[in-house]
């Protein structure tokens, strides 16, 4: 659990381990709760022996703003479903480079958050 502008909330994905067929849209899905309304969710990318690395945040709030890391990675997008306290990451054209942890977060770090904020992908 993350205090966070006053607020208790938790993010953890969906699913622990995706694996999926090189060229495919992959959509990887974390829920969060707590009162988000305005917070931004950020995605974060690990390969093995090195650090996470930020690929974009998305605005909860109706506007859905996104800040995408720079470069842009041309093949991720995100959404959120404010209904379902949900976040998506999407992966077109995966590839195999694509295969890593990542990592939802509810702050502009991964060190704030638990582990069971990681997902596995394999292609």
């Known amino acids: 659990v993350i205090i966070w502008n006053g607020s ?8 622990n381990k995706t694996q999926v067929q090189a060229d495919q ?10 009162n988000s309304y305005g917070d931004n969710l950020h995605w974060y990318r690990q390969y093995p022996g090195s650090r996470p690395e930020f690929l974009l945040m998305i605005s909860a ?4 703003n996104k800040i995408h890391a ?7 997008d995100a ?3 404010e209904g379902d ?10 590839a195999v480079s694509d295969s890593a942890l ?5 702050q502009p770090t991964v060190t704030g ?6 997902l596995k992908v394999f292609i």
Do not use: M
Not at 8 to 15: C, D, F, N, T
Not at 70 to 75: A, G, L, S, Y
């Open 85 to 94: 306290k949900k976040v998506d990451l999407i992966i077109s054209s995966a």
């Open 61 to 64: 709030s109706a506007g859905k």
């Open 70 to 76: 720079t470069p842009k990675f041309e093949r991720l």
């Open 8 to 15: 208790a909330q938790s993010i953890e994905p969906l699913k």
């Open 113 to 118: 958050n638990p582990p069971n904020t990681v």
């Open 25 to 34: 849209t992959v959509t990887l899905s974390c829920k969060y709760s707590g």
């Open 102 to 106: 990542y990592y939802c977060a509810l």
């Open 79 to 81: 959404d959120v479903n």
